[in-house]
């Protein structure tokens, strides 16, 4: 049971290329989740999706976009990216929403030059 | 948003009990009070989670405040291999509660 798979696990790019992180879980589980770690900042949401079909805002979405075409996959792409991007990305999904345990993936460490 | 507060960081000796505390401002009624650790260099884990009533299982204890504004994670008896960032979540009204703050980084001495 893979649980829930991040790629890449390192990424480097130039201010302004775009790109995708790709998250996928093999739970069926319902609800997905994208967070930023930055040192001192905690985690913070940056997109999640309640089900398939359906995605919100979190707390800092501004530069990315998602979407949820099937109940496995959640990417998250950078459309410009700037060196404020800079950070852990961290993949997680859960069952029903909030009301249990959500797994995470290993992350994805992105570097903006 | 949801407002969640913990201390920075706090120290355990080995093989002692932990209480790391979480507040909770902006909790509702329906909010569930998550509880996920996170080692080096690894994602996070769930610890525990509840609604209202104490929780227990293997890893930890989870004791939740009559109005539900505080909780305190307990563990039992630290090792060193408990040494970790410790995130809580809990107070976002509405479809997704999991969102988390700063977490508190538990340092245990051998």
């Known amino acids: 049971n893979a649980g829930v798979t991040q790629t890449p696990k390192f990424q480097v790019l130039k201010t302004g290329q775009s790109m995708t992180l790709q998250c996928a879980q093999d739970?069926?589980?319902?609800?997905m989740y994208w967070y930023r770690q930055d040192p001192g900042m905690g985690l913070r949401l940056i997109y999640y999706?309640?089900?398939?079909?359906?995605?919100d805002k979190g707390e800092v979405p501004n530069g990315y976009n998602v979407s949820r075409s099937t109940t496995e996959d959640f990417p998250l792409r950078l459309l410009s990216a700037a060196p404020s991007q800079t950070s852990v990305y961290f993949c997680?999904?859960?069952?029903?929403?909030?009301?249990?345990?959500?797994?995470f993936g290993q992350g994805t460490r992105l570097t903006v030059v | 948003d949801a407002k969640t507060t913990q201390p920075n960081s706090m120290e355990s000796n080995e093989e002692e009990p932990v209480h790391l505390p979480c507040n909770h401002s902006?909790?509702?009624?329906?909010?569930?009070i998550h509880w996920y650790r996170q080692l080096p260099s690894q994602g996070p884990e769930y610890v525990i989670h509840?609604?209202?009533s104490n929780v227990n299982n293997r890893m930890a204890s989870l004791a939740i405040a009559e109005d539900r504004k505080s909780s305190t994670l307990i563990l039992h008896r630290a090792t060193l291999r408990d040494a970790a960032v410790y995130y809580c979540?809990?107070?976002?009204?509405?479809?997704?509660?999991?969102?988390f703050g700063t977490g508190t980084r538990l340092t245990v001495i051998p």
């Open positions: 997680a999904s859960s069952e029903m929403d909030g009301y249990t345990e959500a797994f």
């Open positions: 739970m069926n589980h319902n609800s």
């Open positions: 999706s309640a089900s398939e079909g359906t995605t």
């Open positions: 902006t909790i509702s009624g329906t909010d569930y």
């Open positions: 509840g609604l209202t």
């Open positions: 979540s809990g107070g976002q009204t509405g479809a997704n509660n999991l969102f």
